[in-house]
């Protein structure tokens, strides 16, 4: 397994941007699809961007296309997530995420998480 921190998180107005990094440690990051979740209050974890082991292919959720990239830095052992034109909506606690599969939105088939950082939009 990889061990995943994130940071990066705060406190913005609506229309801000942030960006998230996600540092990992493990010589085989590199081979991991990587992914970012995200989980607000009273709700499920959900989904928000991925990117597969070489950064050739990303897919988003269709609440953030359009606003969010995710990015890989293979020899920083980073991925990160900027977040633009961020709304209310978008305040949550945002996850990083490894995956041995290929690219996939499914909670169960990341294997490794990070203890989140929190994002937080005023309006």
């Known amino acids: 397994q990889v061990q995943l921190v994130e940071s990066g998180g705060g406190l913005v107005q609506a229309g801000d941007s942030l960006r998230l990094s996600c540092a990992a440690s493990g010589r085989t990051f590199s081979s991991y699809t990587m992914g970012w979740f995200r989980q607000a209050p009273g709700k499920e974890r959900e989904f928000v961007a991925e990117?597969?082991?070489?950064?050739?292919?990303?897919y988003y959720a269709d609440s953030v296309k359009g606003r969010f990239t995710i990015s890989r830095d293979n020899a920083k052992n980073t991925v990160y997530l900027q977040m633009n034109s961020l709304k209310p909506e978008d305040t949550a606690v945002y996850y990083c995420a490894a995956s041995v599969l290929g690219l996939t939105t499914m909670r169960a088939d990341f294997g490794s998480w990070g203890q989140g950082t929190q994002v937080t939009v005023s309006s």
């Open positions: 990117i597969s082991w070489k950064g050739g292919k990303t």
